[in-house]
């Protein structure tokens, strides 16, 4: 069985702060990892994903995500935040084998100015 | 057209109406998906079809009855709905695990279907 835990519905930052959202999973098979964003009246993008090889990667619009095993998180992180990031992120997961990606709850990440 | 469309973008719609939402995706994918998408929940996978044939199902009740025609279309009917059902319903589609070749299983949506339900 499969879960995504997000820490956090909310998230608020500053425009040129760090932006960390933070994701852990459960997985029984090696995992496939996401980071989806929703802007509002949207469907979800793609970000970033980890399948194998180099455990930290970086995604669209400045974004990376670091897959640590040993404590199972999947953490988005963007080093300046910018007003147009604001918008709701999703951490999900998936196994080799099936159809099943299993989202977590969404992090709305507000910016302020 | 490119990638995932869906339509109705928006729809409303009594308790005894029958309407359908449609989606179609160009992106030469084989399997796809209808999720659903309520405020404070996480997304809930409803149906999963591959190769146009039905692989998940996730006891989703029965006046929602997918359809999918062919690897490029899927449509979700909708009959004798509650108004809990009202939601975004999104639609997404991915390469197929049959292919024979390593899938990572990445979504691509669409701007999904919003459901109101009066």
């Known amino acids: 069985a499969q879960s995504v835990t997000q820490l956090g519905s909310h998230v608020s930052v500053s425009e040129g702060a760090l932006v960390l959202l933070r994701c852990n999973y459960s997985?029984?098979?090696?995992?496939?990892l996401f980071w989806y964003v929703q802007y509002p009246n949207q469907g979800l993008q793609l970000l970033l994903k980890?399948?194998?090889?180099?455990?930290l990667v970086k995604g669209i619009n400045g974004f990376e995500a670091e897959f640590k095993k040993s404590e199972t998180s999947f953490h988005l992180t963007k080093p300046s935040a910018h007003m147009s990031d604001a918008a709701e992120y999703f951490c999900a997961v998936s196994g080799t084998g099936g159809f099943k990606t299993i989202f977590g709850a969404g992090t709305r990440l507000f910016v302020k100015a | 057209e490119t990638g995932v469309t869906q339509t109705p973008r928006h729809l409303v719609m009594g308790m005894t109406n029958k309407k359908s939402l449609k989606c179609e995706q160009h992106l030469g994918h084989n399997a796809m998906y209808w999720y659903k998408q309520s405020a404070k929940k996480p997304l809930e996978l409803m149906f999963v079809y591959s190769l146009e044939e039905r692989v998940e199902n996730n006891s989703v009740p029965s006046r929602f009855s997918p359809e999918c025609p062919n690897s490029s279309h899927l449509f979700l009917h909708l009959h004798t709905l509650q108004p809990e059902d009202s939601a975004l319903y999104l639609c997404a589609s991915s390469q197929s695990w049959d292919r024979g070749r390593l899938n990572t299983g990445e979504l691509f949506f669409g701007e999904g279907s919003r459901l109101t339900v009066l």
């Open positions: 997985s029984s098979v090696p995992p496939y």
């Open positions: 980890y399948t194998t090889g180099a455990t």
